[in-house]
């Protein structure tokens, strides 16, 4: 049975945006406000020390992976680029990370016929609650922007291998990504 294009009632639309905006509120209102935290900022100084042509050893000798650093050179970039302050970069990045997560995990979930409208956007909703607000104190760390990108990286994986037909801009930017 094909229970993909079960419709979805405007209250439950409204139902679950209105939900939305409840639980995210004070998430939205207190995080821009919160400092980075101080692994963060430090990969993030490593990373700018790294491309100012420094050494890992003499400037910024780390035990983390040197992945961990290569992280944050994309913010590094852009807030050069616009003259941003660090901070303000590495807010933005990762909340665009967040709205990239969660769009390739819905396009993702739509492929799988087994789930409703309903379920789908319920497993978006548990996604976006679990890497907003559950991880607030560890916002923009690598663990966060691992978890970011498991889920939906995990669920392409599953699409692929149960013979659905993704996007392949959007399997290449997960894999480069993830």
Not at 17 to 30: E, H, M, R
Not at 73 to 102: A, D, K, Q, R, W
């Amino acid at each position: 049975m094909n229970i993909k294009n079960q419709q979805t009632t405007a209250f439950e639309k409204y139902a679950v945006v209105f939900l939305c905006a409840i639980l995210l509120a004070p998430w939205l209102y207190i995080q821009p406000k919160m400092s980075i935290n101080s692994d963060s900022a430090w990969l993030y100084l490593c990373a700018e020390h790294i491309l100012s042509g420094n050494s890992l050893i003499q400037s910024c000798f780390d035990p983390n992976p040197p992945m961990s650093m290569m992280i944050y050179m994309p913010m590094v970039m852009i807030s050069h680029l616009t003259g941003m302050e660090n901070y303000i970069t590495i807010i933005i990045t990762s909340s665009l990370l967040i709205l990239f997560g969660l769009y390739t995990t819905n396009e993702t979930l739509k492929d799988h016929d087994y789930l409703t409208k309903n379920d789908r956007i319920c497993m978006v909703f548990a996604y976006l609650c679990t890497i907003t607000i559950i991880t607030s104190l560890n916002f923009s760390e690598r663990e966060h922007y691992i978890a970011i990108l498991s889920l939906p990286y995990i669920i392409n994986g599953l699409s692929i291998t149960k013979g659905k037909q993704s996007d392949k801009i959007l399997t290449i930017a997960l894999s480069v990504l993830a």
